[in-house]
């Protein structure tokens, strides 16, 4: 990779830098002197941006939720129902393949209770939630449905990107067969 110009070493492109070198090598590489060499940096540099890694693990989790959130978004236009949920479900597994070391940074946010953590991930509630809505799912009933729905998800992106599903059955049509037994158990449970 070629070095970066000082003057445009801001946040945004910390995080991209980070994600890139996540997705590469996993996350377990992404540290402040791994980081600082890819972007030609001093690691002292970094603390300008963030408090330390725990600090940058927090803001890579928030850039991964925002990513992830806005690919769900674009997949959820223009469908409703059952198409809808498919292809959320269907984004939601093809970010996890094709940033795997950014999805692991979603799940590693160092304080889960952080409010800035929370709000990156309750767009993806929100999100799911308004997609459920087809099922008239209200209250309770409704983030339940998320929860099984993000099991699902996650369960099957972290399976397969363990190499868990090593039978010659397509995974997208495996997906989609889980994802529909689900909208039939919600479908049931009315």
């Known amino acids: 990779m070629s070095p970066r110009p000082r003057f445009a070493l801001d946040l945004a492109t910390i995080l991209e830098a980070a994600g890139e070198l996540a997705n590469e090598q996993g ?3 992404v540290t402040l002197a791994n980081l600082a060499k890819r972007l030609s940096i001093r690691p002292p540099s970094l603390y300008n941006h963030f408090d330390g890694l725990p600090g940058l693990r927090k803001h ?5 939720l925002n990513k992830l959130y806005e690919e769900m978004t ?3 236009i223009g469908v409703s129902g059952t198409k809808a949920i498919l292809s959320i479900g269907r984004a ?4 996890a393949r094709t940033n795997p070391g950014v999805y692991e940074a979603t799940l590693m946010a160092p304080e889960p209770e952080d409010a800035d953590v929370q709000q990156a991930g309750s767009k993806i509630v929100g999100l799911s939630v308004r997609v459920l809505q087809a099922y008239q799912l ?5 983030l339940h449905a998320v929860r099984g729905l993000r099991s699902i998800l996650h369960g099957f992106s972290s399976l397969e990107q363990r190499g868990g599903f090593k039978m010659a ?3 997208d049509e495996s997906l989609e067969i889980i994802i529909k ?3 039939d158990g ?3 449970g009315q």
């Open 74 to 76: 674009q997949a959820a």
């Open 92 to 95: 939601y597994v093809n970010f």
């Open 138 to 142: 209200e209250g309770d009933m409704a």
């Open 27 to 29: 996350m377990q590489e």
């Open 186 to 188: 919600i479908r049931q």
């Open 169 to 171: 059955l397509d995974l």
């Open 60 to 64: 890579l989790a928030i850039y991964g």
């Open 181 to 183: 037994a689900f909208i």
